[in-house]
């Protein structure tokens, strides 16, 4: 038996009552409560559970607008039934159990027959979607309807947003609150935005803040497999369970909060990655930047700065990484409404995980944005391993694998493919380059081809694009430990794994990348920040940072065999320029800004402006930024109302911090930031 409240009816006189009867059968009640009279009972719909060993319900919800009704089994399922014709079954039934709701004043133990005897004349409804096993063999605690999506909870220790598209259930995302807490019960939503998880964590009951990440009340109950009920308001809180027989209540009024928080933490711990998403444009408001950021603490947040405010507030919190996320990439799409983007973000224990997110202006939320998160697809190197044949003959990758470095490869997703597949380079710390497949249709994420030339850490890759007039060229970048910066041509890698993904559907051998082209010591050690920008003149310039503070800068052309695309590719080194010592740190973020202009940033907490000119880097100006152990550095260029050029950085490490510059657009430039 479960109760939900029945919309359009007050919730004090009536509420849905579900009961799970024989062979997998619920039935639909509604119970209505008269003062001074015993309830009024009404057969509403029938419904067949789809078949398990445990074959009952445990908790529903009612979507009106779209006349269905959501319901959690005990196999972890979750079950979308019709119920709008049911409703109309049911009204015509009450002239069937007149009869018996006659007698309801009189005896309520007359109104269960009369109201049951003739559930035959309602027709016995199927499901219209089902999401087996969704919460695992341990069952669905809790279904909730907030602001058009699905909530749901159960003990596996995670919760999930659904949505429902075409009446069929679709999955968004999963979120997974705090280490330990295995047994969510249900969620809810505060009136200040809040969402509070309220579950059992050993044998304590627990209600924790996902705005804060914290455990805002511990109460000791005995554990789970209890009834119990919880109730907060501004005055007090309330939890009564029963422990050994005996009702038990836990009562505290409500006191005045002596701690107050000045700033809000993003993260738990330092932030690895970040990069920008785009602006929104919101109604009678500045524009918003959205900010993407990755940390030691397994999350990702999708966050939104305000110049005005200067405040940083999150939009949404992926949880799905089981390690550190160390490393970010985005694939812009078309954004009728607002920011559309595939997300990817990896890290430790060899994980990628994929994203769709969905910007746009919302003036109702506190942060004048809103965001829509939708889980694609999800790749680790360890079940990729389990999934082959014949894998006891060969060496097991290492589980401690990390991922340093993410590009998409730009220009995958065009006509020229038979599907819409795209790519991602990934740099690893095995010492592999990697380059993995996405089609996401079919929310797969497949390794296509991979090299471990480098033969150590492999610590940054850049994809880019090489057009002319005959063709176009895929060309990686990947840069490692020793300094070494490496040109891959990747095209005949993907196009043959696209002929073999497309005839295979899915699944694919693994494909060898061929050696580099060219292979430029560019550093006496680690190369920890990498960044390439076409020029005008169709050549490429190649910036890199490194661990013993030097800046390098090469000028690349690319060659084609007599302009025949199948003759090869070859790299030239047309120039190359060296500064030793430009910084006195590791160097972790560097950006060409221009032909004629380098921005770099450093761990000692220098960003620097340099000028490019007759073979040599010259310091325009140096700016003091305040975040701590920097990690990584993202740059962007927007154009004013009055026509000025202004350049824009996000720096992140113990910390975020975003900056505005102006250059002088004839070079030398004679002013560096502002």
């Known amino acids: 038996l479960s109760w939900t409240p029945r919309p359009g009816l007050p919730l004090d006189t009536a509420a849905a009552l579900l009961a799970s009867g024989p062979d997998g059968e619920m039935l639909w009640l509604d119970v209505t409560h008269r003062p001074g009279q015993a309830p009024w009972v009404q057969l509403r719909g029938r419904y067949l559970l789809p078949p398990c060993k445990q074959r009952w319900h445990t908790c529903a919800a009612f979507l009106p607008q779209e006349g269905l009704l959501v319901c959690g089994d005990r196999r972890g399922s979750l079950i979308l039934f019709p119920c709008s014709s049911s409703s109309e079954c049911g009204a015509e039934s009450t002239s069937i159990d007149n009869g018996g709701t006659d007698v309801v004043e009189d005896s309520s133990s007359e109104s269960e027959p009369s109201c049951l005897l003739h559930k035959g004349a309602l027709p016995l409804q199927s499901p219209v979607s089902v999401l087996f096993g969704l919460h695992g063999k341990t069952g669905v605690t809790s279904v909730t309807i907030h602001r058009s999506y699905i909530y749901s909870t159960g003990r596996d220790g995670v919760y999930r947003q659904l949505r429902l598209q075409e009446q069929q259930l679709e999955v968004l995302q999963k979120h997974r609150p705090c280490k330990g807490l295995q047994w969510i019960e249900e969620l809810r939503f505060a009136l200040d935005g809040d969402l509070l998880v309220l579950g059992f964590h050993a044998d304590n009951f627990v209600v924790w803040s996902s705005r804060t990440g914290e455990n805002i009340r511990c109460i000791p109950c005995g554990g789970g497999h209890r009834s119990w009920s919880y109730c907060s308001s501004p005055l007090a809180e309330v939890f009564a369970f029963i422990k050994s027989g005996d009702v038990m209540l836990y009562h505290r009024a409500a006191e005045p909060c002596e701690q107050q928080v000045l700033l809000p933490s993003l993260h738990g711990r330092e932030i690895t990655c970040v990069r920008r998403l785009g602006a929104v444009q919101v109604a009678s408001h500045a524009t918003f930047n959205v900010f993407v950021t990755g940390s030691e603490d397994t999350t990702a947040c999708v966050l939104v700065l305000s110049e005005n405010s200067r405040a940083a507030v999150p939009l949404a919190r992926l949880s799905d990484h089981i390690s550190s996320v160390r490393t970010l990439a985005l694939a812009m799409g078309p954004g009728d409404e607002g920011l559309s983007a595939l997300l990817f973000s990896a890290g430790g224990r060899a994980q990628i995980e994929c994203y769709r997110l969905l910007c746009s202006g919302d003036t109702a939320s506190e942060s004048a944005v809103a965001c829509q998160v939708t889980h694609v697809a999800s ?263 009055g026509g000025e050029l202004r350049y824009y950085c996000v720096l992140c490490g113990q910390g975020l911090e975003m900056l505005c510059g102006t250059a002088s657009s004839k070079p030398p430039p004679q002013e560096g930031p502002q």
């Open 379 to 641: 790749h680790r190197l360890d079940k990729h391993w389990e999934r082959k044949k014949n894998r006891h003959k060969l060496v097991k990758m290492n589980p401690e694998t990390r991922y340093m470095s993410l590009s998409v490869v730009p220009g995958t997703s065009t006509k020229q493919l038979p599907t819409p597949w795209k790519f991602l380079a990934a740099a690893c710390s095995d010492g592999s380059v990697r380059i993995f497949g996405l089609l996401e249709a079919a929310q797969k994420l497949v390794l296509v081809a991979e090299s471990f030339h480098h033969q150590r850490c492999v610590l940054k890759v850049e994809a880019f694009l090489h057009t002319w007039a005959g063709g176009e060229r895929h060309l990686l970048c990947s840069a490692a430990t020793d300094g070494s910066v490496a040109f891959w041509d990747i095209t005949g890698p993907i196009m043959d794994a696209v002929d073999a993904l497309h005839q295979a559907e899915g699944e694919m051998q693994l494909l060898a990348l061929a050696a580099p082209l060219v292979t430029i010591m560019a550093h006496s050690c680690g190369v920890n920040s990498l960044h390439i920008r076409e020029t005008p003149e169709g050549r490429y310039l190649v910036a890199s940072g490194s661990d013993d503070g030097s800046i390098h800068v090469c000028l690349l052309e690319v060659a084609l065999g007599r302009g025949e695309a199948a003759a090869g590719t070859s790299l030239q080194v047309l120039e190359r320029v060296s500064r030793p010592c430009a910084h006195a740190a590791h160097v972790t973020g560097i950006r060409v800004l221009r032909p004629d202009l380098l921005l770099s940033a450093s761990v000692d907490q220098r960003l620097t402006l340099w000028n490019q000119r007759q073979g040599k880097l010259v310091p325009l100006s140096t700016t003091f930024f305040h975040v701590p152990d920097l990690a990584e550095m993202d740059c962007w260029e927007e154009v004013e109302a």
